[in-house]
C-alpha cells in the first residue's frame, strides 16, 4: 500500500518535470524563433504577391515584384543600373574568390598536412590566430593599399582589387579546413604511390586529390557564398553604380523603396538568396560542417 | 663516378625536399601578407600620422611625403578626451558587446540543453538547431532588409505582435530604428539571434560528447532532467563556455556589418549620421565612419589600433588559456 503510494507520488512529480521541462524548450527555443520564421515566410510570400495579410498570408499573386529582371527601375529621375550586369559582377567576384581560395589553400593545406618544415607549428599557430583576428577592423589600410596598387576607382580592376583581399582573407580558414582532410587521408595510401615509383607531384594529383575532392567541393562554395554575399568592401570601395554587386544595390534599394514597395525588394531579395537556396538544399551537412568549423561571430 | 653522381643527386633531392614546402606555401604566404600583415603594419603607422582627405593623394603617390606628419595628435583625442564623442561611442560599446555576450554565452546554454537534451526526438532537435541557424547563414543584406521590414511600424509583423501578446501601444516606439532605448534594444537582439548560434554549437557539441553513461546513472538514481542539466551537464561546460565569451568578445568588439547594414540601408541619408542619432555607434563603426565619411584616416586608424591591440593581446591569453590543441579543436566539430 506504501509502495503504491510512493510510485503514484513519483508518477505525478515525474509528470510534473516533464511538463516544466517542454514549457522550458518552448520559451527558450522554440518562441524566439518565431520572428526569424516570419520573416523568411514573408520573403517568400511577399515577392509574388501584390498584398500579404499579418505578414505571411498572401493575397493576390503576381509578377510585378519581379519586373526589375526585365525592365529598368526608375525612381523618379533616378534610373537603376540594369539587374544583369550588376548580377555578373557579382558572380565574377563570387567565382574569382573562390578559384582563388581553392588554388591557395589546397597548396597550403597540403603542405601543412603532410611536409616537415621548419616553423611548421609557428605557421599552423599564426593560422588560427589569423582565424581569431578581427579582418573587418582592416579596411582603412586595406583602402589605402587598394590605392597604391592603382586599383582604386579603376571600375572592373577594383572588383579584382577586392577579389585579391577578400580571397586572402578567407584562406587562413579555407586552409585550416582542407588540411582537416589532408589529415584524414591515412599516410598508407600516398606511401603505397610513392614506393610504387610515383613522383611526388604524380601522387598528389592521382591519389591524393580524388580524396579530398569533398573538401575542396566544400570550401569552394563556402568560399562562393562568401564572396556572393560580401558587402562591405565593395561598399567602401566601388563608388561607380555599374560595378557594384547585388548586395550593395540592395542595400541603397531599401532606402529607396521601403514604404512604397516591399514587394520589389523581397523579390530582389529572393533573386539574391537563390545561390545560397541552392547550395544549401544539395549540400546541407557539408556546408553545415564548415560553418560550423569556420565560424567566427 | 658513380658515387659522386650519387651523393650529387642525393643532396639535390635533399635540397628539394627542404625548397618543396615552401613553394607550395608561397601563394598562401603571399596572400596573407597582402590582406593581413600589410594592413596591420599600415593600421600602426597610419596611427600616428594626420592623414586625412587632404594629404591622401599625395600619401598614395609618396609614402615618405612631408606633407603627412606624424603625430600624437590621436591618441591624445581617443585617451584624453579631446574628442567628446569617444566616451559616447565606449559607453554604447560596453552596453553592446556585455549584452550581446551573454546572449552568446548564457542564453545559448539554455537553447543547447534544450535543443541538444530536453529534446529526444532526433528530427524536431535537428529542426530547431538549423533554424537557429539560419540568421547565421543567410547573406548578411537578406537579414538587414526582413529586419528592415520586420521592424516596419506599419507593415512590419514586431509592433502587431508585441500587442498581440499585451503590450499597450503607447509602450511601442514609432520608429524602431530611431527611438532612443529601442533602438538599442534592436541592435541587441538583432546581433543576439546571429550570435546565439556559435554558442549554441560549441555547447551541443560538448554536449552530446559527455558519455551517456554518466546521464544514465543519474537517470536511474531519480534525478530529473534539470537536475541532470544543472548537476551534471553545466559544470561541464566549463571550458566550452570560457572559449565562447573569450572569443567572442574580440568578435564582438569588432563587428558593426550588421549595424552598418540595417541602419544606413533603413535610416536614409548616411549611415553615420542615423547611427549617432539611433545610439548605436559602437567602437569600430566609428573607426569606419571616421574614415569613410569624415575621410580622416589617420584618426580612425588610431581607434582602429586600440582595437588591433586589444586583439593581439586576447589572442595571446587565448594561446595561453586554452593551448592550441583546444583552439583547433572546435573545426572539427559536428552539429
Known sequence: ?297 | MSSESEVYTYGKAKLARKILPWLFLAPMLTMIFLSWIAPVILTVYLGFTDLSIKNFLAFIRNFFTPEVHITLDNFRKIFFGEDPYISEVLKITVLYVVSVLSINAFYALFLSISIAYFIKNEFVSMFLRVSWLIPRIMPGIIYALLWNWFIDPDYGMLNKMLMLVGVPETMLPHSWLLDKPYSQILMIIVNGYVGASFGMIVYTAAIKSIPPDLINAALVDGASDFQVAKNIIIPLLKWPMLFVISWQTLSLLASYEYILMIWGAGGGGGYAGIAKAAGVMVWSLYSYSKAFSEYAYGYASAISLVLVVVGIVLIYVYFRIFGFKKLMAPSRIEV
Open chain 1, 1 to 297: 500500500m506504501a509502495r503504491k503510494k510512493v510510485v503514484k507520488y513519483s508518477r505525478s512529480r515525474a509528470l510534473l518535470w516533464t511538463v516544466a521541462k517542454y514549457l522550458a524548450v518552448v520559451l527558450i527555443a522554440v518562441i524566439p524563433l518565431i520572428p526569424i520564421w516570419t520573416m523568411v515566410l514573408w520573403l517568400f510570400m511577399q515577392s509574388f504577391s501584390s498584398k500579404v495579410i499579418m505578414g505571411i498570408v498572401p493575397a493576390g499573386l503576381t509578377l510585378n515584384n519581379w519586373r526589375f529582371l526585365w525592365a529598368p527601375l526608375k525612381m523618379g529621375l533616378k534610373e537603376y543600373p540594369n539587374i544583369w550586369p550588376i548580377t555578373f559582377n557579382t558572380l565574377a567576384l563570387a567565382l574569382g574568390v573562390s578559384g582563388l581560395v581553392v588554388f591557395v589553400s589546397v597548396l597550403g593545406g597540403y603542405a601543412l598536412s603532410r611536409m616537415e618544415f621548419k616553423g611548421r607549428t609557428p605557421l599552423m599557430e599564426f593560422i588560427i590566430a589569423l582565424h581569431a583576428f578581427p579582418s573587418i577592423i582592416l579596411l582603412i589600410a586595406l583602402f589605402v593599399i587598394l590605392n597604391k596598387l592603382g586599383l582604386y576607382g579603376k571600375g572592373f580592376m577594383t572588383l579584382v582589387g577586392i577579389m585579391l583581399i577578400k580571397a586572402g582573407l578567407e584562406i587562413p580558414m579555407a586552409t585550416w579546413i582542407i588540411k582537416g582532410f589532408f589529415d584524414a587521408i591515412p599516410w598508407d595510401i600516398e606511401w603505397a604511390a610513392l614506393v610504387d615509383g610515383c613522383s611526388r607531384w604524380r601522387a598528389w594529383r592521382s591519389v591524393i586529390l580524388p580524396q579530398v575532392l569533398p573538401g575542396i567541393g566544400a570550401i569552394s562554395i563556402f568560399s562562393f557564398l562568401s564572396g556572393w554575399s560580401e558587402f562591405i568592401l565593395v561598399f567602401t570601395y566601388v563608388k561607380n553604380e555599374a560595378y557594384y554587386t547585388l548586395p550593395v544595390l540592395i542595400y541603397h534599394m531599401i532606402g529607396e523603396y521601403k514604404f512604397i514597395d516591399w514587394g520589389l525588394l523581397s523579390a530582389l531579395g529572393l533573386f539574391f538568396t537563390i545561390p545560397t537556396l541552392i547550395f544549401f538544399s544539395t549540400s546541407q551537412k557539408l556546408l553545415l560542417r564548415i560553418y560550423v568549423g569556420g565560424i567566427k561571430r
